[in-house]
């Protein structure tokens, strides 16, 4: 029996000034497994998440800003067979 964990940062990938300068990518995961002799069997989980300002008209007066939240939740099984030695 097996266990993982995970912590991904991506930085900031806006210049400086502009409107999502602050803003950056993270991701979480977490698996767990079972091996024996030729058989495995492995659960994971990564939520995928990030945070974005969007303005959809560019115009000179005032325009309201949507803050939008990017979260994605993929979960995976694997089983495998080893043939052989």
């Known amino acids: 029996m097996y266990?993982?964990?995970?912590?991904?940062?991506?930085?900031?990938v806006f210049r400086s000034g502009e409107l999502n300068d602050d803003k950056f990518h993270r991701s979480i995961?977490?698996?767990?497994?079972?091996r024996e002799q030729?058989?495995?069997?492995?659960?994971g989980f990564t939520n995928l998440?990030?945070?974005?300002?969007?303005i959809l008209y560019n115009?000179?007066?005032?325009?309201?800003?949507?803050?939008l939240v990017n979260s994605r939740n993929i979960f995976a099984v694997t089983l495998g067979y080893k043939?052989?030695?």
Do not use: C, H, M, W
């Open 38 to 43: 030729n058989l495995n069997i492995d659960f």
């Open 3 to 12: 266990f993982r964990g995970g912590y991904g940062y991506y930085g900031k």
């Open 59 to 67: 115009a000179p007066a005032e325009t309201a800003v949507a803050g």
């Open 49 to 54: 998440r990030n945070d974005q300002d969007y």
């Open 29 to 34: 995961s977490l698996g767990a497994g079972f």
């Open 83 to 85: 043939f052989g030695y």
